[in-house]
């Protein structure tokens, strides 16, 4: 229920936002607009949307028209949604934009029964609200307005978007300042998975740069800089060492999803925190405790039982491993000390199909010198806008991964991400969320896809070179094509979350 909270207020907030973004700007340049809904209040008005093009493809009506005879599939589902929501007629009928607009009462303000998105039905504009144009153009409608005032209207909401992100940043460095490791301070150096070492990585090495440029703190930026780089310079037992990266070599996404982590700091075996009905939870292991042995080796940090765990996976890869085999790989004798724990406990217990404990390692980076850093009314300006700029570019280098079949298959719908929020309440990381997603917004609605901001600017790019607007049906037709794309995403995206799910 909380990570639901979060991400109601999250795509709350952003969603006003990013329409008042477009509402700005039209109300700038006297565009009347007859609608602001924070979410959506249409529904099966899309299949009267794509009535016609059906009826030519099949010589018959995807729906009737309420007062038709009918009585198909389509009809009844329709029907009961309007009982369901109490939505007149005209609307339904006729699409949203076509609401006369009272120019003493002003824009309709709502919202809608949908959670997904929102909108603003602008007078003159062709967009999803499926809205009709006849006649002259008018002065107050959108299509009359000069192609500089349009193109403004349409990149409001994605100005909105990152404008709302850097101004959370530079509020998060003002408020509560930053946590830096510096990679030079992570003295007792990292641990690699095998993938790591083929590449010539050793345990206790301490990469520092990558292509001569110096690492920054120890998060996922580091990543992004070793998977990328064609030689990394490592400390090794006190000397500089350079590694020449081969060609062939895993990518950020296949870095991200390793199991054990491709690199991690050495540290203490200490639990972040332990799922309750997993194999160390059942077992008594409580969120704070030191694990100290496994099967009689003694564990001083959590790569030490990396090692041991790769073992096991080793066996456990060799042809013809029996199914009692691998019950007996499963089985792990633990000595862990529980907080307040006056002595350590020994338990046996069976890891789970994934041959994991079910539990979250906390890296201590208290073992460390870690910087923090204090940002004044002016200095957290800066700062606050080179972390969002660092993000903003980080998540446009990573959409070339989404044309690849693993990049595919971690495309999430809102399940996704109300996972990424918390379970119990902490502003920071809400903050933190709040301004990644308001990126992750911004960018896909600029995506030059029919029925998003990016296609329309395309659209308006298109005028403004060749001096033409496209015909109200290519603009119709157009909208079609993009309500159909993004259909097909949210298909993949909510299919990608029930097989996790289901696995």
Known sequence: MIKTLQLLVCLSLLVVLHEGGHFGFAKLFKTRVMRFYMFANWGFH???????????????PLITKRGEEGNNFFARLRNFFYRLTGQNDKIQTEGLGNKEYDPEAGTE????????????????????????????????????????????????????????????????????????????????????????EALGFRDADIPIRADGEELG??????????????VVTVLREGREVDLTMPDERPDLLQ?????????????????????????AGKAGMQAGARLLAVDGTDIRYWNDYDSLYLRRQDVLAMKGCSHADSLRMRRMQL????????????????????????????????????????????????????????TLSNYVGDMKYVATKEGAQEVGSFIAIGNLFPESWDWLRFWMMTAMLSIVLAVMNILPIPGLD????????????????????????????????????MLLAFGNDFRRFIL
């Open 46 to 60: 899309l299949f009267s949307s794509y009535d016609n093009w059906f009826r030519r493809l099949c010589g018959k």
């Open 109 to 196: 303000y709502g919202i809608g029964w949908l959670p997904i998105g929102g909108y603003v039905a602008i007078a003159g504009m062709i967009d999803e609200t499926n809205q009709k144009l006849s006649g002259e153009p008018q002065p107050w409608e959108f299509r009359s307005k000069p192609v500089w005032q349009r193109f403004f209207i349409m990149v409001g909401g994605v100005l909105m978007n990152l404008i709302t992100a850097f101004v959370i940043y530079c509020g998060i460095m003002f408020f509560v300042g930053e946590d830096r490791l510096p990679m030079r301070n992570v003295t007792r150096g990292f641990a690699f998975n095998p993938e790591a």
């Open 217 to 230: 703190a120890w998060g996922g930026q580091v990543l992004r800089d070793l998977t990328d780089a064609r």
């Open 255 to 279: 870095v991200m999803k390793m199991q054990p982590a491709f690199l991690a700091p050495v540290s203490v075996a200490l639990v972040d925190s332990v799922l309750t009905d997993g194999p």
């Open 335 to 390: 000595v862990f000390l529980n907080p307040d724990a006056a002595s350590p406990d020994t338990v046996s217990l069976l890891l789970d199909d994934n041959y994991m404990m079910g539990l979250i390692r906390h890296i201590d980076l208290l073992d460390y010198e870690v910087e923090h850093i204090d940002y004044s009314l002016l200095t957290c300006i800066p700062a606050g806008l080179k972390l969002g700029w660092s």
């Open 454 to 489: 990016g296609g329309h600017v395309v659209i308006l790019l298109y005028e403004a070179i060749t001096g033409r607007q496209p015909s109200e049906r290519v603009m119709v037709w157009l909208e079609y094509i993009g309500m159909g794309c993004l259909i097909a995403l």
